[in-house]
């Protein structure tokens, strides 16, 4: 089904973390810079904007929010490229280069969710002292929505499976496992947003030297994390796809995810080209500026409206080129 341009808001909920709730409004999310032409990856499934453009950027919480915002931006930038060119990717080649940067998405993504429950979230409820307040059922539902789950791992199966028979492939298969998959982990995304700015509450009341200590271990443990992600993260795989999912001109510039100029040029040259004909595919260049999407329909070649993004209102959240035999590997996440 085709996203629509409302989610859940926040509101604040009793277990000390924000809670979806009230629709937000959009605001655009391309005002410093524009596509050549043509639909881009920040539609048709919205983007989300950073917290610390509406919160205090400052605290620790907001920051781990940011940085939440940017992956889950990055997921949706390859969602959106894959969803929008599926229909226009026919030779065989071009198919299994396609299928196989789906299928690393996918991977992805699932890994990054295997790894937030299974250690991110542990880690931060050990600061507050509060095992299950990030893990355990919000105030608003009985459970976390994982609905997308099932769906995220038919697309890892199917972009496998086809991608080794390029012949098999028919886009309104993938395209219709993407729009089921999409909504839900579009919801699940916002909800994970909403949990990190509500860790600025977990910390206590702003002032007292037991908040400030919470609020500086909270940091030291989404380094601990971050070092280990990027120790863990299969760098030939996800390295040079990630760096074409950030877009470095999003919300007039922005550095994330900090890489240095000597490791994109080692991205760029060593990590690349083992897989080049496959992040061809992607939005942005090496250097994380924007470029149009090799396959589009010809009549979708022209100017378009720009694409949206989840804003978070300060009103409501405050208080608060390989071949077709190569094998798949499951990449691991980079940024927590």
């Known amino acids: 089904m085709a996203p629509s341009r409302t989610e859940s808001g926040l509101v604040s909920g009793s277990s000390g973390y924000l809670s979806p709730k009230t629709p937000p409004s959009f605001t655009s999310s391309r005002s410093q810079t524009s596509i050549p032409r043509g639909p881009w990856a920040d539609e048709p499934w919205p983007l989300f904007e950073t917290p610390g453009k509406t ?22 930038r390859g969602i959106n490229s894959i969803f929008l060119q599926a229909p226009f990717v026919t030779a065989a080649e071009d198919v299994s280069d396609f299928l196989f940067l789906a299928h690393c998405l996918g991977c992805w993504i699932a890994q990054h969710h295997n790894t937030l429950y299974s250690r991110v979230y542990p880690k931060y409820e050990a600061v507050f002292g509060r095992p299950g307040v990030l893990t355990g059922p919000s105030p608003s539902q009985s459970e976390e929505d994982m609905s997308f789950m099932p769906v995220l791992e038919s697309l890892i199966h199917y972009a496998a499976e086809t991608q080794a028979q390029p012949q098999t492939y028919d886009p309104t298969m993938l395209l219709g496992i993407l729009e089921n998959l999409a909504p839900g982990l579009h919801a699940h995304a916002f909800a994970q947003i909403v949990k990190a700015i509500g860790m600025e509450q977990l910390c206590g009341e702003p002032g007292s030297p037991a908040t400030e200590a ?21 760098r030939p ?99 927590i």
């Open 55 to 76: 919160h205090n950027a400052a605290h620790s919480a907001i920051h781990i929010a940011d940085e939440t915002a940017h992956t889950y931006n990055a997921m949706f």
């Open 214 to 234: 919470r609020a500086i271990a909270l940091l030291n443990a989404w380094r601990v994390l971050d070092a280990e992600a990027n120790a863990a993260a299969d």
């Open 237 to 335: 795989l996800v390295l040079p796809m990630l760096v074409r999912l950030r877009d470095t001109t999003f919300e007039g510039g922005n550095d994330w995810p900090r890489l240095p100029v000597l490791a994109v040029h080692v991205i760029a040259d060593r990590l690349s080209p083992a897989h080049a004909g496959s992040w061809r595919f992607l939005p942005c260049t090496i250097w994380g500026k924007p470029q149009e999407l090799p396959f589009l329909a010809p009549q979708a070649k022209e100017p378009k409206g720009k694409g949206k993004e989840v804003a978070w209102d300060s009103s409501l959240t405050s208080t608060a080129t390989h071949s077709s035999s190569q094998s798949f590997v499951s990449p691991t996440p980079v940024s």
